[in-house]
């Protein structure tokens, strides 16, 4: 893995936020970005709303990323305030990216905090292996997500997860996996049935998953859920090595001049017209939980 840019934001963000990165050649691209964002609960307790919980969306060039999460939160808020409680989750994009300035735009509800947004280029061509070194383990708290892994036309074969988790005290540590939608199912009977690994079964052992799949175009999501203080050793995907950086390529965001002859890298126009529309999106979803 080559590391392209590291940025350390570790702030809350009001307002317009974007991060762009220049790339030097065609190829296949981890985005990471780790953020938290507070509930509606939170901020009534801290004065800043009523009834509002923080949310932060994201849009890579013109791609919206949407988010795989329960029913009863929107999709496009991928850093949900009522799910994490302020806890933080890690969002990671693999895509194939075309050499050039590419940009990450942030949408908000609230005030989110950003903690930092990394971008590496995967060197293998077959594969992907993702080894988190911040958020890892996870923040102690109740089950909530923790790390998504966000898929874009890519041709992905099988999935290895490599995790531990541990029993202290009453209580022990859980990850839940969710692979497009469907939990995958923990085949102990002692143990928590809809979290793969339970830390009263494995008492601080690893365990690994693994499963063919048949991923191509389109969207595709891994999620792991957390409860209290788990560990993700690894996350491998075995790639099919087609090399066509052509048809399922995202090219660097050019915004045309009116004349049509110019090109312009400044981006403010058009961000500004995307915050404008998803802020009023969000506010339209203000209503109190039931």
């Given amino acids: 893995?080559?590391?392209?840019?590291?940025?350390?934001?570790?702030?809350?963000?009001?307002?317009?936020?974007?991060s762009d990165f220049i790339l030097a050649d065609d190829g296949l691209y981890l985005i990471e970005i780790i953020a938290?964002?507070?509930?509606?609960?939170?901020?009534?307790?801290?004065?800043?709303?009523?009834?509002k919980d923080a949310d932060l969306a994201l849009i890579l060039d013109k791609i919206e990323i949407t988010a795989s999460t329960s029913s009863k939160t929107?999709?496009?808020?991928?850093?949900?305030g009522n799910e994490l409680k302020g806890s933080l989750k890690t969002v990671v994009i693999a895509v194939k990216l075309k050499k050039g300035k590419h940009i990450l735009s942030?949408?908000?509800?609230?005030?989110p905090y950003l903690k930092s947004i990394t971008i590496s280029q995967v060197e293998e061509i077959d594969k992907i292996t993702y080894i988190p070194t911040d958020n890892n383990?996870?923040?102690k708290e109740d089950g909530r997500p923790w790390l998504s892994f966000v898929l874009i036309n890519l041709p992905v074969k099988e999935?290895?997860?490599?995790?531990?988790?541990?029993?202290t005290g009453r209580d022990d540590d859980d990850i839940k996996?969710?692979?497009?939608?469907?939990?995958?199912?923990n085949d102990n009977k002692k143990s928590h049935q809809d979290w793969y690994w339970c830390g009263k079964i494995l008492k601080g052992k690893e365990k690994e998953f693994k499963k063919i799949v048949d991923f191509n175009h389109g969207f595709h999501y891994i999620d792991l859920w957390a409860d209290e203080s788990p560990f993700l050793k690894k996350i491998e995907l075995v790639l099919l090595a087609d090399g066509n950086y052509a048809e399922n390529t995202i090219k660097p965001y050019i915004y045309q001049g009116v004349s049509g002859q110019e090109d312009y890298n400044k981006y403010d126009k058009t961000i500004g017209e995307v915050v404008d529309y998803w802020n009023d999106e969000f506010l339209k979803d203000t209503d109190p939980p039931e």
């Fill in 1 to 18: 893995m080559k590391l392209i840019k590291e940025e350390k934001i570790n702030r809350e963000i009001d307002g317009l936020f974007s």
């Fill in 159 to 167: 999935i290895t997860i490599l995790a531990k988790a541990n029993k």
């Fill in 137 to 139: 383990p996870a923040e």
């Fill in 177 to 185: 996996l969710i692979i497009d939608g469907a939990t995958q199912r």
């Fill in 106 to 111: 942030f949408t908000l509800n609230q005030k």
């Fill in 36 to 51: 938290s964002a507070k509930s509606w609960w939170q901020n009534i307790k801290s004065l800043r709303s009523f009834f």
């Fill in 74 to 80: 929107d999709v496009r808020a991928v850093w949900n």
